[in-house]
Nanobody
């Protein structure tokens, strides 16, 4: 059974940084794309970033480009999201997902983690 578990969320002041981690188990991690999505209060889920199975391709939402960076460590079955220069509008529950891709489209991902809360204070 495929399982994903996010960690690293928390409360940070605007301008600060956080690194989210997502540990995967239950499938050959290195064969699949990984993505990060987020859902802010009262808003629809939105794409944040994705990386291909070999990290050769990365994709970012325009709202986080140049501030966030996605990476993966296949030896640890873990994908990371480094978030710098955080803004209050980045406040959301962040989810990692695995599937074919990389893609900004949620249906391309077949397994999702439960999410981790990120709160950015002004």
């Amino acid at each position: 059974q495929v399982q994903l578990a996010e960690s690293g969320g928390g409360l940070v002041q605007a301008g600060g940084s956080l690194r989210l981690s997502c540990a995967a188990s239950g499938r050959t991690f290195s064969r699949y794309a990984m993505g990060w999505f987020r859902r802010a209060p009262g808003k629809a889920r939105e794409f944040v970033a994705a990386t291909s199975w070999n990290a050769g391709v990365t994709v970012y939402a325009d709202s986080v480009k140049d501030r966030f960076s996605i990476s993966r460590d296949d030896a640890k079955n873990t994908v990371y999201l480094q978030m710098n220069s955080l803004k209050p509008e980045d406040t959301a529950v962040y989810y990692c997902a695995t599937g074919v891709g990389p893609s900004s489209q949620a249906p391309r991902y077949d397994y999702w983690g439960p999410g981790t809360q990120v709160t950015v204070s002004s």
